[in-house]
């Protein structure tokens, strides 16, 4: 069931939003060679739980790390480990903060020292393509228009749409109807409404779109092992538009 939220709630969200965008911009300051993955987590979780929210990847469903931490082919839900970052990564962070009851969501792909053009491009197209997908986000559209824009840039620009894996509404729970393909039909799927709350979120691959998961039950990888990059924002449906919950 959709669920549509009220102005408190919306401000809930955007609280929580918050702390998850600045917990994003401190993770990026420490984002160099040699430090491990599990170091950047720890400082996502105790940033969070210091501004008084909580880190809601943290044993969700038994994941061991405050956020996902995938690094070049892994797409989403890297657990985070002594593996060292190198020059020439990139690394996907993504994570949802809960505070007062109310959940944000947002991943963001960052580039570890100097990567070739191809990958670069990789990254700069999958953050454009969610803008393409934030854009259609009014009262009246449908989250077709999201999912076909997104689906639509990608493939202008070669990139793999990874389908097994989507956006989704979001509030009081992490993941709440409606799903948010990135690929689809304009004017198909839930008429867009003021008060949805939704996190868009294009996961785009240098090559193939298939992902497999690995043994550790968690981790998804891209079939073919070519970089895959990630990005994703919480967004509000308002009366004329939308507002953005993370990212700003």
Known sequence: MITIKSEREIELMAAAGKINTEAHKLAE???KPGV??????????KFVIDNGAYPSCLNY??????????????????IPSNRKLKNGDIVKLDFTVRKDGYESDMTRTYIIGEVSKEIEDLVKNTYEALQRGIAMVKPGNHIGDISHAIEEYAHEHGLG???ELVGHGIGTEMHEDPDVPNFGEAGKG???????VIAIEPMLNLGTKHVVQLD??????????????????TVAVTEDGHRMLTGE
């Open 29 to 31: 300051k420490h984002l």
């Open 36 to 45: 491990t993955t599990k170091q950047i987590d720890d400082i996502i979780k």
């Open 61 to 78: 469903e038994g994941f061991p790390g405050a956020a996902c931490i995938s690094v070049n082919d892994e797409v989403v839900h890297g």
């Open 161 to 163: 749409v990874v389908e």
């Open 190 to 196: 839930p008429v867009l409404k003021k008060g949805m």
């Open 216 to 233: 550790d039950g968690w981790t998804i990888v891209t079939e073919d092992g070519k970089y895959s990059a990630h990005f994703e924002d």
